[in-house]
């Protein structure tokens, strides 16, 4: 870029360029998917005090508010003090761990080497696993619900018409993809060393979508995408396994004694094993939606027991689809405590989880 523009743009800022440590040139002029007119994106680090620390999004600690300069129609802008540059650097922000690796004719300004500050206190490889499939799926979930309200933004562009929002969409799905890629470079070789690796992808998107005011090409795109960010997740699994459990199992099967075929196969895990996700976000990142959660069997007296009965208890179930360990056992002690103020005090709790199960429906999980 023109670096004779730094100086107008600090300016602009109200910047010292003494207060600026570094100062890094990301984005579409990096990666490659750049047009003669895109803008330049621009992370400035400095020394100043008075930016108010970091706040991070409830579901995960990743994604924060910022405040995004624009500049003349053509520089994208956001500024960081040195602490919150660090503190994203811990969250292994991608947007911030890539600017510590990029070429050096994108450093615009490089006082403070923050790759050995990441590589020697924050660099962690299931984070990066963690942070990079959060990503995609985040980028996903806004072409399905089609809400940008709590969605960073990584341009200022505006996305009042409907091509304008499936341009933002395009865009950030192709970031997804390339996020898992820098994390599996970053896994590999504890480096970004081709921001360049997955431009193909970008290329075959835009084939398929063609005409951009066709919109219906969109959904082309994205069962493309998906099969795509199948691939590079696999590559991730193998690199670093996330979803492996250790322990004790039990396995049911279920025949059809007429026709000898089995019906079903379902294998449960104690809840103790190591490798059950422990957090809500493990469990939504790493396992199936639909075929793994958790499952909790009450036993109860049946105090309403009729003459004619033979059952002395029945079985309550309760599963748990959308939590990991930590909140299934609060949703346990919840329901415990329920059933036993209103006299149903469990003789006995099975927790278990879901690891296999060909048989699902939700309306009537059976057994």
Known sequence: ???????????????????????????????????????????????SPYQNPLKFYDDFDYFHPFELHKLWNQY??????IENFEKLL??????????????????????????LIYLEKYYNQFRLKQVAFYEMNRDFNLY????????????????????????????????GLRYLDFAEQLIQTRSIHNFKRVIHIFEEMKDIRG??????????????????????????????PTNIIQGSFRAQITFDCSNFNIIRIKIESLT???????????????????TNYFEFRYRILNALKQPDETDS???????LFDVGRENAFKNNDEVTEYLTKNNFPPLKVVREFIVYNTYINYGNIRQ
Request: glycine fraction near 2%; aromatic fraction near 10%.
């Open 1 to 47: 870029m023109d670096r004779s523009a730094i100086s107008s743009i600090l300016r602009e800022l109200n910047l010292n360029e003494n207060s600026v440590a570094n100062i890094y040139n990301h984005g579409s002029w990096v990666y490659g998917t750049n047009s003669p007119t895109s803008d330049r994106d621009l992370i400035i680090v400095t020394r």
């Open 76 to 81: 994208d802008v956001c500024v960081y003090s």
């Open 90 to 115: 811990e969250k292994n922000y991608l947007v911030v761990v890539q600017c510590i690796f990029l070429p050096d004719e994108f450093k615009i300004k490089e006082e403070i080497d923050f790759r």
């Open 144 to 175: 399905e619900s089609n809400n940008f309200s709590n969605h960073p933004k990584r341009s200022s562009r505006a996305i009042q018409t409907k091509q304008l929002r499936y341009d933002y969409i395009f865009k950030n799905l192709f970031h």
């Open 211 to 240: 005409n951009r005011t066709n919109n219906s090409s969109m959904k082309r795109v994205v069962d493309f995408v998906r099969i795509k960010s199948v691939e590079l997740k696999s590559r991730l699994d193998s690199l670093v």
């Open 272 to 290: 103790s094993n190591e490798g059950v996700p422990q957090t809500d976000i493990d469990k939504k990142l790493f396992w199936d939606k639909e």
């Open 313 to 319: 208890t029945y079985t309550v179930k309760m599963h």
